[in-house]
């Protein structure tokens, strides 16, 4: 399809279509010919939802990534939507005033009166407002906290059995996201997008990786667990980053995690072969520990004051420590957490 056809179809002007491919956020072919784009139904699909994104106000670069991103579609328009938290803030307290000014002045009411008499500090609705964020906003927050949580295995098909599913999953996250997971989320929202986004593709990677081992790879990824294991005994400063997120943050993620298992395993099959290879895999850390790394153990102990349980759920706080290091609960600054810790 030519690019003036492309146009009427899309509603998008040539010249914003020109302006996406250069920022190739689409790469129609070159007629060899004539050198004109050839749009195939792909790439009208792809400026339809391009015309989408941009009408509901999401920055290029956000539209470039969720396109390149599509497993974290949910998070990019999350994203937006807290992002257009203060314009509606603002937005409320207009209304909010307007409304009260309708209601309690009388019918003659001339500007000097308006200032001296209604507007002079006494109007204050942020507790009303903060009402109406959670009557609208908290559904999305607890959505929010399960796509992080479950992203890598979410690329499936949709189903009407997994569509259930994923609501009792999203319900299970908002009964904890006000208790336990509360500090888990904030963390979570308190990184960048850029940062969230890094973490979820190589966390799904490494998701995969784990969830399709043979029993040749067992080995490897076992020795890559113990070099990690072995690189955090050697760092004060990791060591010091996990005792101060273990309590508040992911103990409880992993206790949520065990609880939930039923629902995500159903959801995406690939979830019991991660969990059963990560199994195994701890429990091969656990001979090393009894064998031949009786001082990484003894090192492991000391430094993080105890703050591991190998008796619970067959010793799988080692596989979060395998990718504690490059992942998102160590991305963080040390005075940053404790301030979100601190907070109430």
């Known amino acids: 399809m030519k690019i003036n056809e492309v146009a009427k179809t899309t509603g998008l002007t040539k010249k914003a279509i020109h302006f996406y491919i250069k920022e190739e956020l689409l790469q129609p072919e070159t007629n060899a010919d004539n050198g004109y784009y050839e749009f195939s139904a792909q790439d009208i699909q792809t400026l339809q939802n391009i015309a989408l994104l ?60 308006l200032r001296t008499n209604s507007l002079s500090g006494r109007l204050n609705f942020e507790d009303r407002i903060e009402r109406i964020y959670d009557l609208y906003f908290h559904d999305e927050n607890a959505v929010m906290l399960s796509i992080l949580i479950w992203g890598s295995f979410l690329n499936v098909s949709a189903t009407e059995y997994r569509s259930y599913l994923w609501k009792r ?3 299970m996250a908002r009964s904890e996201i006000d208790g336990p997971l509360r500090q888990t989320y904030r963390y ?19 998701t995969m990786k784990a969830a399709e081992l043979t029993p040749a790879g067992m080995e490897a990824y076992h020795q890559k667990c113990l070099e ?14 996990w005792k101060q997120v273990y309590h508040p943050i992911l103990l409880p993620l992993m206790k949520f995690c065990e609880n939930a298992s039923g629902f995500i395993s159903e959801y995406n099959p690939n979830y019991t072969p991660y969990v059963q290879n990560n199994r195994q895999c701890c429990h091969l850390l656990m001979q090393d520990f009894k064998k031949t790394e009786i001082r990484l153990l003894r090192d492991l ?28 609960f160590s991305i963080l600054p040390q005075a940053r957490v404790r301030k979100l810790l601190e907070e109430t």
């Open 169 to 171: 999953l999203v319900d």
């Open 228 to 241: 990690s294991l072995r690189a955090l005994s050697r760092s004060q400063e990791l060591m010091a980053r």
């Open 54 to 113: 941009r009408q509901l106000g999401m920055p290029v670069t956000e539209v470039k990534s969720m396109l390149n991103n599509p497993q974290m579609s949910c998070y990019f328009l999350h994203n937006l939507l807290e992002n257009l938290r203060p314009e509606l803030h603002d937005l409320m307290q207009k209304v909010q005033k307007l409304i009260y000014l309708l209601d309690t002045l009388p019918p003659k009411t001339d500007v000097d009166f």
């Open 301 to 328: 102990e000391d430094g993080l004051d105890g703050m591991f349980d190998l008796s619970e759920n067959d010793g799988c706080v080692l596989a979060a420590m395998y990718t504690y290091a490059q992942g998102a």
């Open 188 to 206: 979570l929202m308190a990184l960048d997008r850029e940062a969230i986004n890094e973490e979820s593709i190589r966390r799904y990677f490494i």
